[in-house]
């Protein structure tokens, strides 16, 4: 009887046993490529704010592939045409999504590679990675990238109820201790079906979709786009763009070969080499580099390295309507004043901008009803919930930082 190795179990806090179907899957996880997401935040900086928000994309992507593994038994026992082949593409595409991610995911998306977003990269390391394994990534890629003619399964790994959102929702409202996000992820699978080539939700499913994309807006508000989250990150990007300065100007700073690399932003198109030396970086390498920095004689690069350590962040206020330029004026001129700084460079103190948050959105891959006489009705057309419609109109809010000593 032939034995393996290879078909493991990981404990999670939400869900309970995952376990690995097959070797494919199994030598995915263990790749080097995907075990880098252990270090790298799946929620960035919101461990500022919300302290138990240190969870990864490793927990994600596995917390994905299970309840794909739950949304595909689910629908093969409804008769839903998934073949072998099609199951296994399904787990590599939803396994792999966020392989790309950079250090603190969103944070420092481009930043450190201004031209290419985290799906390209990750398409990039699927490719890779198919190569590394002789072509067995072949359907996940077609799914990946929206080429199989099952809409469907596409629908499952990328739309506005896939298994990604799902999973982030759960995971990040039980890690953040923020109840309004809890969603009911198996109420929601149970109730998936597929009609006219498309993923639907069936009639008596619509409760558990209103629930989830309430959940959605609170926890964009409450979590994503907290105001202490949102200044930290900005800084964040504002300390790279400071690095990035410096090393033109052939300073030298310190850091890992991956993250100076990157900072002397040499590397032109984005090769195979490029994206061994991007696999090399993450959280880690930004941090170590903040705590050297912080000893560094230029005052800007010193100064935010020891604001985002020490959790010493400028002051942030959220409003309703475009802050007044001339408080803005107020703001700068006692930066100037107070800070030995160039004119040019009190932007990395004082600045203003605009987040927005659209729980649904009805012109992208609508969420459909699939009422019981066999029609499809958008989820806010049949809904009788007046948030629901209003959850489909985008929300800007405004927001200014300066140091908290200006007040």
């Known amino acids: 009887m032939s034995q393996t190795n290879k078909l493991k179990i990981f404990n999670d806090p939400i869900y309970g046993f995952i376990g690995t179907p097959n070797e494919l899957i199994f030598n995915l996880i263990a790749h080097p490529y995907f075990q880098r997401l252990r270090r790298i935040s799946q929620m960035g900086l919101s461990y500022l704010v919300y302290p138990g928000a240190h969870h990864t994309r490793f927990h994600h992507a596995l917390g994905s592939m299970y309840l794909m593994q739950r949304a595909i038994h689910i629908l093969k026992y409804k008769d839903v045409a998934i073949t072998e082949e099609e199951e296994n593409g399904l787990l590599c595409a939803i396994l792999l999504h966020d392989i ?35 072509g067995q990534l072949e359907m996940g890629l077609q799914i990946f990238k929206g080429e199989h003619p099952k809409k469907y399964l596409n629908q499952l790994v990328s739309s506005q109820l896939d298994m990604d959102r799902l999973d982030y929702l759960k995971r990040d409202s039980f890690y953040t201790g923020v109840a309004e996000g809890n969603i009911s992820a198996e109420r929601l699978l149970t109730m998936l079906n597929v009609a006219d080539n498309e993923l639907v939700v069936e009639e008596k499913g619509l409760y558990p979709v209103e629930k989830f994309l309430m959940a959605r807006r609170f926890m964009y508000w409450q ?185």
């Open 223 to 407: 979590v994503y786009l907290h105001k202490t989250s949102l200044v930290a990150e900005v800084l964040l990007i504002k300390l790279m763009q400071r690095a990035k300065q410096l090393v033109e100007q052939g300073k030298d700073l310190g850091g890992s070969a991956a993250l100076m690399l990157f900072l002397r932003n040499t590397y032109g198109s984005f090769g195979k080499d490029h994206l061994e030396q991007f696999a090399h970086l993450d959280d880690v390498d930004i941090l170590s580099a903040l705590k050297e920095w912080k000893h560094h004689d230029d005052f800007i690069l010193s100064d935010l390295s020891k604001r985002l350590l020490n959790r010493e962040l400028l002051k942030v206020k959220l409003k309703d309507k475009p802050i007044h330029q001339d408080k803005l004026e107020q703001k700068k001129t006692w930066v100037k004043t107070n800070y030995p700084i160039e004119d040019s460079e009190v932007g990395y103190y004082v600045f203003d901008g605009e987040i927005s948050n659209q729980a649904y959105n009805t012109a992208h891959q609508n969420i459909h009803i699939l009422t019981k006489n066999g029609k499809l009705v958008d989820v806010a057309k049949a809904s009788d919930h007046f948030s629901l419609k209003a959850l489909s109109k985008k929300v800007v809010k405004y927001y200014v930082c300066y140091p908290k000593a200006s007040v």
């Open 100 to 134: 790309g991610h950079g250090p603190f995911s969103h944070a420092l998306e481009h930043s450190l590679i201004p031209d290419f977003s985290h799906e390209q990269i990750s398409l990039l390391f699927m490719e890779q990675l198919n190569e590394a394994f002789d």
